[in-house]
């Protein structure tokens, strides 16, 4: 680096002028009219060698400096003025020697500029390293000002009354950030030329904007873009900037945004393979695939849910990808009962369910079926005490799954709203005893009735057809998915249990709990200390509820079947004394000495699954069913 050397305003006597004084006389004497003493030159040429050296210690590098008057900036070598001057200020610029010795260089902007040396004092301070975050460049209007922050009212660092070229360091809340010899300055976005292009990128720059969507020709407020948000516009306005996403309408305000090399902060919108409309129920944050606050969405609006990443859902921001917090949107009708509920919608039901409501609802993957399907368990109500209600052990019987399905879908829109549901003040009882559902317990077999042999592993195909007696037809298939009957592998005396051939049902397994099915529900009843389990099958609109106790305990589930009899219209089925059972809810009385009831749903359907159209005969009974278990649990 080339080194400024700086005056300190002291008279310095060169070598090379005592040299020339000694012309008149090398003997001559200087005599000091106070005292009337004289001194030889001879003494003076004896303190050159001191006067330099003392004159290399008063010189400076000048690598730091301070503005001492206002000065304007000139061009390089040619020394014209650029109308861009720096005031005198409190603040450390970088500069360094010019090829010039009367001028310093400084980087503004990007650009190289010559200032006055006589301007400047060298400074002890030093700017602190600036770091560019953006790769872009602006221009400014013919004046502007470029301050010390985001803040008109800061001290200014450079003014200009010619439009100027800037390298962009960063874009801080309506300001460009750009160098000012290392020193970060502020220029407003309004006092630079903007150039918006068709089907280009905008980014807010400014604290937020509004967005709008066309809703019957007329634009309304759905939201806002916070700053930092990129999006492609179709076109721009003089006011506004329009974004076309197929059908649909948005516009954004022009005002608060600027041309960017940034990407589009939000991805394509996926397609939803399960929709559910929610309602916002509160204003709420919209983020990108990064976790980015993007913007707003306004409370009141009807969405459709795409789906499901992480703990966020995916929703249509914009024509685009948006994921938010579903904690802030409701449901009112997610289920439709009306129709088979496939192992992939339960699943996905039940996730979205304990996102929307986390202050009331868990769920918890209890294991996995013998194909590595995932078995889920969700509880609705904060109450200490439980009661499990599960379904679809038997494959063919998945109506029951609906029957769950719709309870957790009608308790839970009533809990949130504070509301009764079949004369049940819902939030109230459940929370002093909550439901654990289990809705799916055979998610291989359901599979298998309801998709064919296709949709099963390849390693079991083979010999679930032979199971099957060589049919391709499987809707009498009661079975998992290697031909184990789990309703017959639980322990409820399964020694006693006759063995059959291997089938498409009552083949009870090697073995009690055999099936990782059995165990899974066998250690998600061991972690808990469940009041009661009622078990839903679909055949024969009964209620099994005996497995050999006695005393209080018989009296106590006699009860318990009579009363859910009484509200389903079913009948209770009288003690049976053969030894022998594989049912889950029979190991449950025997192994936690508390209630089990297996509830048939409806007439009997034969060898196949119950027709749709007994739905709404099976709804109306059974609705109330686990918010009455619950409060006989509360007891």
């Given at each position: ?51 330099t050296d003392e004159t290399n210690e008063q010189q400076q590098e000048l690598q730091f400096a301070k503005v001492l008057s206002s000065v304007e900036l000139v061009t390089p070598e040619t020394l014209e003025f650029t109308h861009l001057s720096l005031p005198v200020s409190q603040y450390t610029y970088n500069v360094k020697q010019s090829s010039n010795k009367d001028y310093a260089e400084v980087q503004i902007g990007g650009n190289t500029y010559w200032v006055k040396i006589d301007n400047l004092t060298a400074s002890e301070e030093q700017p602190k390293k600036l770091e560019e975050k953006r790769h872009l460049t602006i221009k400014t209007k013919s004046k502007f000002t470029v301050y010390a922050s985001n803040n008109n009212q800061s001290d200014v660092l450079l003014e200009g009354t010619t439009a100027s070229k800037f390298h962009v360091l960063d874009i801080v809340n309506d300001y460009y950030v750009v160098e000012v010899a290392g020193v970060k300055g502020y220029i407003p976005i309004s006092q630079v ?443």
């Amino acid at each position: 680096m080339r080194k400024i050397k700086l005056n300190k305003r002291k008279v310095l006597y060169s070598a090379s002028f005592i040299l020339g004084m000694t012309l008149f006389s090398v003997n001559a004497n200087a005599e000091d009219h106070n005292d009337g003493t004289s001194t030889s030159l001879n003494t003076i040429n004896e303190n050159d060698t001191t006067i330099t050296d003392e004159t290399n210690e008063q010189q400076q590098e000048l690598q730091f400096a301070k503005v001492l008057s206002s000065v304007e900036l000139v061009t390089p070598e040619t020394l014209e003025f650029t109308h861009l001057s720096l005031p005198v200020s409190q603040y450390t610029y970088n500069v360094k020697q010019s090829s010039n010795k009367d001028y310093a260089e400084v980087q503004i902007g990007g650009n190289t500029y010559w200032v006055k040396i006589d301007n400047l004092t060298a400074s002890e301070e030093q700017p602190k390293k600036l770091e560019e975050k953006r790769h872009l460049t602006i221009k400014t209007k013919s004046k502007f000002t470029v301050y010390a922050s985001n803040n008109n009212q800061s001290d200014v660092l450079l003014e200009g009354t010619t439009a100027s070229k800037f390298h962009v360091l960063d874009i801080v809340n309506d300001y460009y950030v750009v160098e000012v010899a290392g020193v970060k300055g502020y220029i407003p976005i309004s006092q630079v030329n903007l150039n918006y292009k068709k089907n280009s990128n905008v980014e807010v720059a400014t604290k937020s904007i509004k967005v709008y969507k066309s809703i019957k020709g007329k634009y309304k407020t759905i939201g806002t873009l916070k700053s930092g948000a990129v999006v492609k516009v179709t076109k721009s306005t003089t006011n506004y900037h329009q974004i076309q996403i197929g059908s649909q309408r948005y516009a954004i305000p022009k005002k608060g945004t600027i041309p960017t090399e940034k990407s589009a902060s939000l991805g394509k919108l996926v397609k939803e393979v399960y929709p559910v409309t929610l309602k916002v129920s509160s204003t709420n944050y919209v983020y990108s695939s990064k976790g980015n606050k993007i913007g707003t969405i306004l409370k009141g609006q009807s969405i459709t849910l795409k789906g499901l990443k992480e703990n966020k859902g995916i929703i249509n921001f914009m024509g685009k990808s948006g994921y938010v917090n579903l904690k802030y949107y409701n449901h009112s009708n997610m289920v439709n009962p009306k129709k088979s509920i496939t192992y992939g919608r339960y699943n996905y039901y039940l996730r979205v369910i304990a996102q929307l409501y986390p202050e009331f609802t868990e769920i918890e993957k209890i294991g996995k079926s013998v194909q590595g399907r995932s078995i889920y368990a969700l509880r609705v109500g904060n109450g200490k005490k439980e009661i499990l209600m599960d379904g679809a052990i038997h494959a063919r019987e998945h109506m029951t799954t609906n029957v769950l399905m719709e309870m957790i879908d009608n308790y839970t829109v009533a809990y949130r709203k504070g509301a009764h549901f079949a004369g049940y003040n819902v939030k109230s009882t459940l929370n002093k005893t909550s439901i654990w559902f289990v809705p799916m317990m055979n998610p291989d077999g359901v599979t298998l009735v309801q998709k064919g042999i296709n949709s099963m592993d390849s390693k079991y195909k083979s010999t679930l057809k032979k199971y099957n007696h060589g049919s391709n037809n499987f809707n009498r298939w009661k079975a998992n998915g290697r031909g184990v009957d789990l309703n017959r592998n639980f322990d409820g005396l399964w020694k006693y249990l006759a063995y059959t051939p291997k089938s498409f049902m009552n083949y009870k397994g090697p073995s009690a709990f055999s099936e990782p099915e059995a165990q899974a529900l066998k250690a998600f009843v061991q972690r808990h200390h469940f009041k009661m389990d009622l078990s839903y099958h679909s055949s024969g609109q009964i209620v099994y509820w005996f497995n050999f106790q006695k005393g209080s305990n018989y009296k106590r589930d006699l009860k318990l079947a009579r009363n859910v009899a009484r509200i389903t219209g079913y009948s209770v089925v009288p003690p049976m004394y053969y030894r022998g059972s594989g049912s889950s809810a029979d190991w449950f009385i025997l192994n936690q000495k508390k209630p089990g009831l297996t509830i048939e749903i409806a007439p009997y359907a034969g060898n196949g699954p119950v027709p749709h159209r007994y739905w709404t005969s099976v709804w109306n009974k059974n609705k109330s069913i686990g918010l009455f278990g619950a409060k006989e649990a509360s007891k």
